[in-house]
């Protein structure tokens, strides 16, 4: 804007002003340089390319086992990211998973990375983006299991670690009562999964990152795992609903799936020693 503003100013230094013809050149030119200035001050007003997003960088609501900072990291880098495919740029406002939406409400924030899950209800109020890391209950069986699926476990037992509760209403809203499942809670994933080799249970019932954790470390060759997630857990990102943060979930949401496409996902959740169950699951034969 400065430039033109010294283009103005060498135009009308050069006018000679003591012709009529001249005086209606400079009012037009004047009308138009106007116009400009406002035009391209409004669309600076109402494109924002800054957005502020809240999260907590303890991850209270997921179980990592460990990995709270290979979260924080990939979160980091995904937004960098994805800032180089659209311009958009994230600045983090660091905060609890209490104060999570409370932040977003009263104006703190643009947006916030949660697991809260769209309803019909909670849509009315916030706007949610695709699944960016999927943290859904999946199913574990022995390695020597024919088990491949919830179905299969019809009238046997499951285990649940406690501190899990989320997942045990997840398995419910799954249909998972509609086989007769029997649910047993355990302190906690590895008591579960002892229990599951020793052939007292059927089946265990754990978050992604947890069954993927246990089952390609310290379980390694004992159990397996036998599907996808059963629920589209996981974290997103939300913001209020209003037209432009639309835009914004779009334009993120458009990011997000050519970094799927080109692979650069996956990349990411390896760098940073994540799972997606989508490329990590493969069913057994």
């Not at 340089?33 to 997003?53: K, P």
């Not at 947006?111 to 199913?139: A, H, K, M």
Request: negative net charge.
């Amino acid at each position: 804007m400065n430039e033109y503003l010294q283009k103005l100013r060498d135009i009308v230094s050069k006018i000679n002003f003591r012709s009529k013809t001249t005086w209606v050149f400079a009012f037009c030119l004047f009308i138009g340089i106007f116009v400009l200035f406002r035009s391209c001050t409004r669309e600076l007003a109402s494109h924002q390319t800054v957005f502020i997003i809240a999260r907590d960088t303890t991850w209270h609501s997921l179980q990592l086992f460990g990995k709270e900072k290979n979260l924080t990291a990939f979160t980091n880098e995904l937004m960098t990211t994805i800032t180089s495919e659209t311009g958009l740029h994230f600045r983090w406002l660091e905060t609890n998973s209490n104060t999570l939406l409370e932040v977003l409400s009263n104006g703190e924030c643009d947006g916030v990375l949660t697991t809260l899950r769209p309803t019909t209800y909670n849509r009315q109020t916030y706007l949610f983006s695709d699944l960016f890391l999927e943290t859904g209950p999946v199913l574990l069986v022995r390695a020597d299991s024919k088990i491949n699926s919830l179905q299969d476990l019809r009238g046997q037992v499951v285990g649940l670690a406690w501190s899990a509760p989320l997942l045990y209403n997840a398995a419910f809203q799954s249909n998972t009562n509609a086989y007769n499942i029997l649910i047993i809670n355990y302190v906690s994933a590895t008591q579960a999964l002892d229990a599951l080799i020793k052939d007292q249970l059927d089946g265990v019932i754990l978050e992604t990152t947890a069954a993927y954790t246990l089952a390609e470390n310290q379980y390694a060759g004992k159990v397996k795992i036998v599907n996808r997630p059963i629920t589209d857990e996981g974290l997103r990102l939300i913001t209020l609903k209003n037209d432009a943060m639309e835009e914004f979930i779009a334009e993120f949401n458009g990011a997000l799936s050519t970094l799927r496409q080109d692979g650069d996902y996956t990349q990411l959740i390896d760098k940073w020693n994540l799972f997606d169950p989508e490329k990590r699951f493969l069913p057994h034969q």
